[in-house]
């Protein structure tokens, strides 16, 4: 039986915020396999993200303008993550969450939903990778993502939200050919 979005983002998001709790302030300018991002950069979009999908859940309009720096604005900007990764599992459980369309995006619930899943749990490896933390994406997550991703993969490059294809060996781990699909090196080293 396939999961819910919101069943999948529990898992995804517990691992997300391990990661983001781990992370120590020296790290913050340190690059990642986001080429376009540092540490600290990536962890305000991927703040954006988990907000903006809230809001696509709900079937509203999202904004993916500037990305405020969430780290910036003091406090306990991990907290501030886990309480917002919080949020956007329980807007994937609102009944409705996962049918019609989501936002001006015009895509499917269910595939946007997957979207955000994707972001969370790649940029967690991402982020981790970076500042020498340790991610194990869960496997039932990993298995969703690559039957969707394997769809959406030439799209999501022509959009520019992907980069070319890493080549992996066909029996690669599946969250390696995740990875090798979004554009990403899953040896990738600092």
């Not at 913050?28 to 979009?45: F, I, K, Q, W």
């Not at 991990?78 to 019609?100: I, K, M, S, Y």
Request: charged fraction near 25%.
């Amino acid at each position: 039986m396939t999961k819910s979005i919101s069943e999948l983002l529990e898992p995804a998001a517990a691992r997300a915020v391990g990661v983001i709790r781990g992370i120590d302030d020296t790290r913050l300018g340190d690059p990642t396999p986001c080429s376009e991002y540092d540490v600290r950069a990536l962890v305000n979009h991927l703040f954006q993200v988990v907000v903006q999908f809230q809001a696509l859940a709900a079937k509203k309009d999202s904004e993916f303008g500037e990305t405020p720096d969430q780290v910036g604005e003091g406090g306990d900007w991990r907290q501030r993550f886990a309480d917002e990764t919080g949020r956007l599992a329980a807007a994937w459980a609102v009944p409705g969450a996962e049918t019609g369309t989501a936002g001006a995006m015009g895509f499917p619930a269910r595939t946007v939903g997957l979207m955000v899943l994707g972001d969370l749990t790649v940029h967690a490896w991402d982020l981790a990778r970076a500042t020498g933390g340790d991610f194990a994406p869960d496997p039932v997550v990993v298995a969703e993502l690559l039957s969707s991703y394997e769809e959406l993969a030439s799209g999501a490059r022509k959009a520019g939200v992907f980069g070319d294809p890493v080549d992996v060996p066909p029996d690669a781990p599946e969250f390696d050919r995740i990875l090798a699909l979004t554009g990403r090196d899953p040896h990738w080293k600092r």
